[in-house]
């Protein structure tokens, strides 16, 4: 199975900062990954797909890249709403693996 | 409006069985494959399984596979999640979710019910 790391595990942030978690797949999973935002109590929402395609409806301060192994979603002018967890999806094959979450909290 | 919505979960004992189901409504619930996605109490999420559209084939991860069934009725636009041999670590919230795009579960996952929770515990 492809093992996805994330880090950091969890980040301090302020409104108007910009951060970036990365993910790391333990093989290659080529352009095939997937970012999630998860707030308390919700159902994740898919934010990119395919390393750094804008799922419609998404702010554009949300971008993601990387191929192959290593890849990065980042997030401009933080804002109140975007604290939450962040995860990674490799979808290049089955079974398919998500990193173990990234917890943006705020300083 | 685009909804999934997840039942059937409850208390099990270990070694129980339960099913899951998960209903579509509000687009072409046979034009997407669906996954089935769960998290531990406190805990990250992990895949559990997917059908295609036409029900035809699914896949597992290991920690289900040989205990876990996932089906499909496109006429009633459900998807069910057969669980036997339960365990205490089979202790989750359970989600559905949509392909993204329909057929390639490349794209990830852009439709989520909200959940329903299994706790198996004797």
């Known amino acids: 199975d492809i093992q996805m790391t994330q880090s950091p595990s969890s980040v301090s942030a302020s409104v108007g900062d910009r951060i970036i978690i990365t993910c790391r797949a333990s093989?290659?999973?080529?352009?095939?990954l997937a970012w999630y935002q998860q707030r308390p109590g919700k159902a994740p929402q898919l934010l990119i797909y395919?390393?750094?395609t804008l799922q419609s409806g998404v702010p554009s301060r949300f971008s993601g890249s990387g191929f192959g192994t290593d890849f990065t979603l980042t997030i401009t002018r933080l804002q109140p709403e975007d604290f939450a967890t962040y995860y990674c999806?490799?979808?290049?094959?089955?079974?398919?693996?998500f990193g173990g979450g990234t917890k943006v909290e705020i300083k | 409006q685009v909804h999934l919505v997840e039942s059937g979960g409850g208390v099990v004992q270990p070694g129980g069985t339960l099913r899951l189901s998960c209903v579509g409504s509000?687009?072409?619930?046979?034009?997407?494959?669906i996954h089935w996605v769960r998290q531990a109490p406190g805990k990250g999420l992990e895949w559990v399984a997917i059908v295609t559209k036409d029900g035809k084939n699914e896949d597992y991860a290991d920690s289900v596979k040989g205990r876990f069934i996932i089906s499909r009725d496109n006429f009633k636009n459900t998807v069910d999640l057969q669980m036997s041999g339960l365990r205490h670590d089979d202790t989750a919230v359970y989600y559905c979710?949509?392909?993204?795009?329909?057929?390639?579960?490349?794209?990830?996952?852009?439709?989520w019910g909200q959940g329903t929770t299994v706790t198996v515990s004797s």
């Open positions: 509000g687009f072409a619930f046979s034009s997407f494959g």
């Open positions: 979710a949509r392909v993204n795009t329909g057929s390639d579960p490349r794209y990830g996952t852009d439709v």
């Open positions: 093989q290659d999973v080529k352009t095939w």
């Open positions: 395919a390393a750094s």
């Open positions: 999806h490799q979808a290049n094959s089955f079974p398919h693996t």
